[in-house]
């Protein structure tokens, strides 16, 4: 299975509204709705933001939103904050063969 | 929330095997909801899923990694590990453990970093 597609950065200003786009194939994004996100900040461990493509994790700000159109799934924070400031990874379910599948990540930047 | 925590040397030769174990607390590795997972990032590279485990035995691995990963599972000590033999400096890694509900990674351990080099 070959990566899920990312941008490798976006940025936004304190207060915007930014979407991170995940693009796979009819084997994997197109085919489930277990597409997760997570907000990895460096030296922490990965947090699970998304699960079953817009389902919020305990405790994530509804800031934090999901969605899928075909084999595309994306991420959109808004009202920026310099928290959110990370690397954000999409992860798919991907089947027999290799069933997981991640996204090459995304840098978030907040200016 | 479950709790995760990877154990194993941080120093691994060239040629040898890479074991690492993860410890389950706040909640059973006997669970029909989890399967229980290992991930790594290599230093300024992106997160790559290396297989998984359910409490039986039954593993899944990522296919490039598949002729080189053990996986096994000892339910007495609430634990799961990981061997990747024949390891290379491609295999210097933060070496994350997770606990894997279908479709998600939902609890993750702090990560050890592994540094192949002799």
């Known amino acids: 299975q070959s990566a899920l597609t990312q941008p490798a950065s976006v940025s936004g200003s304190p207060g915007q509204s930014i979407t991170i786009s995940c693009t796979g194939t009819?084997?994997?994004?197109?085919?489930?709705?277990?597409v997760s996100w997570y907000q990895h900040h460096p030296g922490k461990a990965p947090k699970l933001m998304i699960f079953?493509?817009?389902k919020r994790s305990s405790g994530v700000s509804n800031r934090f939103s999901g969605s899928k159109s075909g084999n595309t799934a994306s991420l959109t924070i808004s009202g920026l904050q310099a928290d959110d400031e990370a690397d954000y990874y999409c992860y798919s379910y991907a089947g027999s063969g290799t069933p997981v599948v991640f996204g090459g990540g995304t840098k978030l930047t907040v200016l | 929330q479950l709790q995760l925590q990877e154990s194993g040397p941080g120093l691994v030769k060239p040629s040898e095997t890479l074991s690492l174990t993860c410890f389950v607390s706040g909640g059973s590795i006997i669970s029909t909801i989890y399967n229980w997972a290992w991930i790594r990032q290599p230093p300024g590279k992106g997160l790559e899923w290396i297989g998984s485990?359910?409490?039986?035995?039954?593993?899944y691995y990522n296919s490039s990694l598949k002729s080189r990963v053990t996986m096994s599972v000892d339910t007495s000590k609430n634990q799961f590990s990981l061997k990747l033999s024949s390891v290379t400096a491609a295999d210097t890694a933060v070496y994350y453990c997770?606990?894997?509900?279908?479709?998600?990674?939902?609890?993750w351990g702090q990560g050890t970093l592994v540094t192949v080099s002799s």
């Open positions: 997770a606990s894997q509900p279908l479709g998600a990674l939902a609890d």
């Open positions: 009819s084997s994997d994004v197109g085919n489930y709705n277990l």
């Open positions: 079953e493509v817009s």
């Open positions: 485990i359910y409490y039986s035995g039954k593993t």
